[in-house]
């Protein structure tokens, strides 16, 4: 499943922008998220900073469910466990 994740570009607690299972409400504005990482056929960064990011950082499916991604650390190993060049 394709997914695209984003940062938050705003300071709003976590707990408000998911259910249970991590996933974005669907009435959250997608606009407050910056994209920084696409997992697909082809899984890439969408940003040059994102690789910088600290692994505690959570981040958000934008478009599909978490897929046990939820911070930049995830997404690292994700990268590693799959040999990508990203």
């Known amino acids: 499943m394709s997914t695209k994740f984003g940062i ?10 998911v ?4 996933d974005l409400y669907d009435f ?3 606009d ?9 056929a082809t899984s890439r960064w969408l940003t040059h900073f994102g690789k910088f990011l600290p692994d505690g950082m ?3 499916a934008l ?3 978490q897929q046990g991604i939820f ?3 995830d997404i690292k190993k994700f ?4 040999e990508t060049n990203l």
């Not at 570009?9 to 922008?17: A, P, V």
């Not at 407050?32 to 990482?37: A, K, L, R, S």
């Open 58 to 60: 959570k981040v958000y």
């Open 28 to 30: 959250i504005n997608k």
């Open 32 to 40: 407050i998220f910056e994209p920084v990482f696409f997992r697909g």
């Open 8 to 17: 938050l570009t705003i300071d709003i607690e976590h707990e408000k922008l």
């Open 71 to 73: 911070t930049i650390g």
């Open 79 to 82: 990268i590693k466990e799959n």
């Open 19 to 22: 259910d249970e299972d991590g």
């Open 63 to 65: 478009d599909n469910t």
